[in-house]
């Protein structure tokens, strides 16, 4: 089992700058790839970006590319996302997510972490 808890959330301006973190801990070993996701008021949970845990390579949802960035440090073990120029619309609260080796959907999650972004 892999344990995750976030970090780094709070209130800022549009147009201004977060860091999420992501400790990892536990079975650390097992992770495959790791992820964020966001569920805003009202609406399903939607994915955000992810990033293998051996290679560094990541993907992001449209909504962001170009504003976030998803890092990792395996020695920590830790996950980032960098949120940039953010917008009122990423107001959500931001889970963590890995997915082990031997599965196919995340399923260890963190407890969450509110960003609000005023307008």
């Known amino acids: 089992q892999v344990q995750l808890v976030e970090s780094g959330g709070g209130l800022v301006q549009a147009g201004g700058s977060l860091r999420l973190a992501c400790a990892a801990s536990?079975?650390?070993?097992?992770?495959?790839?790791m992820g964020w996701f966001r569920q805003a008021p009202g609406k399903e949970r939607e994915f955000v970006a992810a990033?293998?845990?051996?290679?560094?390579?990541?993907n992001y949802a449209d909504s962001v590319k170009g504003r976030f960035t998803i890092s990792r440090d395996n020695a920590k073990p830790q996950m980032y996302l960098q949120m940039n120029s953010l917008k009122p619309e990423d107001t959500a609260v931001y889970y963590c997510?890995?997915?082990?080796?031997?599965?196919?959907?995340?399923?260890?999650w963190g407890q969450g972490t509110q960003v609000t972004v005023s307008s």
């Open positions: 990033i293998m845990w051996s290679g560094g390579s990541s």
């Open positions: 536990g079975h650390t070993f097992i992770i495959n790839n």
């Open positions: 997510a890995a997915r082990s080796v031997t599965q196919t959907d995340f399923s260890s």
